[in-house]
């Protein structure tokens, strides 16, 4: 089972961009689909976005929150995945997760967190 680290994380204003990075540790990414998931104070752990590679097609996933604002990505040796955050927003601030897992519903693997504080 590949571990996950992440980092990245940090202050930011609102209308800013941070980038997140999650890195595997002990294999690489390869046949793992890499989820972000962000738990704000008082609320539930909530999915940001997902990205799957199926032969050279990559398939990433969006919570609505998270569209048009935030993009998934791993590296081509898939030892790291990122998620650029744009246009964050108050609202955006949590501890963001990093988690591999092989179905798309169980996650296998989770990392520490990072934190992100957006102030507006």
């Known amino acids: 089972q590949v571990q996950v680290v992440e980092s990245g994380g940090g202050l930011a204003q609102a209308g800013g961009s941070l980038r997140l990075s999650c890195a595997a540790s002990?294999?690489?990414?390869?046949?793992?689909?890499i989820a972000w998931f962000r738990q704000a104070p008082g609320k539930e752990r909530e999915f940001v976005a997902s990205?799957?590679?199926?032969?050279?097609?990559?398939?990433?996933s969006y919570a609505d929150s998270a569209k048009g604002r935030f993009t998934i990505s791993r590296d081509n040796g898939e030892n790291t995945v990122y998620l650029q955050m744009n246009s964050l927003k108050p609202e955006d601030t949590a501890v963001y997760y990093c988690?591999?897992?092989?179905?798309?519903?169980?996650?296998?693997?989770w990392g520490q967190g990072t934190q992100v504080t957006v102030s507006s």
């Open positions: 988690a591999a897992g092989r179905d798309g519903s169980t996650w296998g693997s």
């Open positions: 002990g294999r690489t990414f390869s046949g793992y689909i």
């Open positions: 990205i799957r590679k199926r032969g050279v097609i990559i398939y990433p």
